[in-house]
């Protein structure tokens, strides 16, 4: 029996405001956080099976050109026929980014990048394996010949006409406005930087596959996985029931899941291949520097009368991503005047794809820096003149909003920032400091992310009382869990529908023969499997009522007790030993069409500069974000703290280098590639606002995992201008540019 719910209209039932334990938004912690927190939650690499053989990527040392000649000799003579090099073309055509699952249009032996996997070696131990991997001799040919610079003019650019937006007149507006800001940022490429890196054992069972992974969209991966090896989908498994982050990195598949499958199948054995921290930096993916032309321009009053943000970004040839840097500038304010363009460069650099909020994330950065400087054109308080510009609709396709906090965000976040507090002259506080060598300034930014639910599937069971034990209920998806809390979420919503304490429900994920959910990404996981797993509840319900003789909505259910209507009976007697199952099934239809659905915050920070060394060291934050019903305090609070963290990285010290001969990337682990530490972290602060978006999904959440990075570093920059006067364009905000 299923409950099929499409969003073609407001949804405001508002089940979970009237449930009787008030679980809902409460800071419930993770059933799987002793497991991981003892070790005996298990990742991909730490799978072992019996026979188990392993693999190790071998890259391209050019960035062009075609492998003419992979020379195995010097191999063999010093390990023997234990190890296998597998050069099979299907490993260069694992599907990246972006692509919608198809396979890349390079040729199966053209090289596109440095660091491109080429070939697997397999032997029977990794460091067998590794030492064979740098044995292996590979002749190129041609290929000196490549682009590595987007800026470069002999650098080929391809308009993404499909995102152009220009509405009104931006240069008339610009040439007779009153204030108006025009000026160049640029923002480093990113690296997602998950804790685990990439993994994969592949076993076969006859025509069947089984992979044990790291991946944040099981269904899409599995057809990917199914596409890149040319089997029926069908026969392919995949199992990922822990995954230490994503951040984008586990979106797609990538060669160390085909390179294991491919191996496993030849050799009639198990095979594990696991990328070092340098393979994920060059062979995963990269977020794509950006370079942005912001032009703003207000009247006297500060309304903003035009918008310009015209972008150029860059990936691989032939790779359809682009990081859609706009996206946030199409909504986030009202102003009349508006082009907004982006452009990709083909550069023969690591392919760049979706990483940690793409397109809002560096996006805003820039508009808030512009932002902040136009404010200070003006002579207005920063705040204020986002609380002047805040739209009625959308200034792009006039779509309403579905629910929208912007201005009680930014309100919200002064009061509790006391943000009254700041010195609008810039370079002028040095309290507190007797040698006169740390500034201190405040600066903040807005934060928006747009909301999406995608179709997801989930199974809840109510199983019989056993040996005089309580109900107990199940609840299966293959939606994933990259640590972002959706163990807690899920088990939390229907322990709330059924009445049952969060340890009657044991939640099964991360496996591709459950029900299907569109996964990890994009903030629409807890929004679009949680709507899944709350309308298999309701269905549940209604058939608990039906039992007991009473409508589902005068039904409550409450520590094993069903009462309604004029009954009571045990949930037990209900069930009268027997299983129910429910399948819930969501589908975004016209809300997701006919309304603006966004998220929205207020990032509010004070720094401190060295005015001797040029050191920023940020001593406060304060995030406020409204994202819909929020459906778990902590996990919701986790997932704010980590993207202002990034924003921290973003703001001060992520940067990946690229060598200008041939484009290979410079810093490839954590020793040059700098993410926030602790002592970079100081105590945040996160406020989260009640809000319910009814457009959104029947829960009435929206998805928050992204929005704590979009705009978060300008807080930071912004700040860094009010400590010293700096106007800090070219990210990161390293010293030498601070001073
Ligand atoms: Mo996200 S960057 O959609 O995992």
Redesign the pocket.
Known sequence: MNRHHKMDSADRQNRLDGMAQGLIGTDVPRPDGMAKATGTATYAAEERREGMLHGVLVRATVPGGRVADVDTDALAKALGDDVTVITDARLLQVPAQGTDGKAPPQGPDLVHYVGQPLALVVAPSFEVARHGARLLGIRYEGGEEGHFDPEDDATPTELRDKKTVDIGDLDAAMAKAAHSVDAVWRTPGHV?AAMEPHAAVAWWEGEHLTVRSAL?MLKFNRDELADALGIPAENVRLLAPFVGG???SK?GISHEAVGAAIAARQLGRPVRVVLSRQQVFEAVMRRSETRQHLRLCADEEGRLTGIGHDCLVSNLPGQDFAEPVIQGSRFAYAAPNRHLSLRLARVNRTCAG?????GEAVGLTALENAMDELAEAIGIDPVELRLRNVPEEDPTDGKPFSSMMMAEVLREGARRFDWQRRNPIPALRREGDPRREWLRGMGMSLLVRGNILDEAEARVRLLPAEDGAPVRAEVETDMTDIGTGSYAVLSQIAAEMLGLPMERVTTRLGDSALPPSPG???SWGAGSSGSSVYLACLELRTRLARALGCDEGELTLRDGQATGGNHSRPLAELLDGGTIEAVGHIEPGKTAKERRQATYGAQFAEVEVSRHTGEVRVRRMLGVFAAGRILNSRTARSQCLGGMTFGIGMALSEELEHDPRDGHLVNRDFAGYHIPVNADVPQLEVHLMEERDPWANPMQSKGIG?LGICGAAAAITNAIHNATGARVRDYPATPDRVL
């Open positions: 997602s944040q994503g951040f984008g979106l979706s990483v940690r909020a793409p990890s990404g994009g992204e």
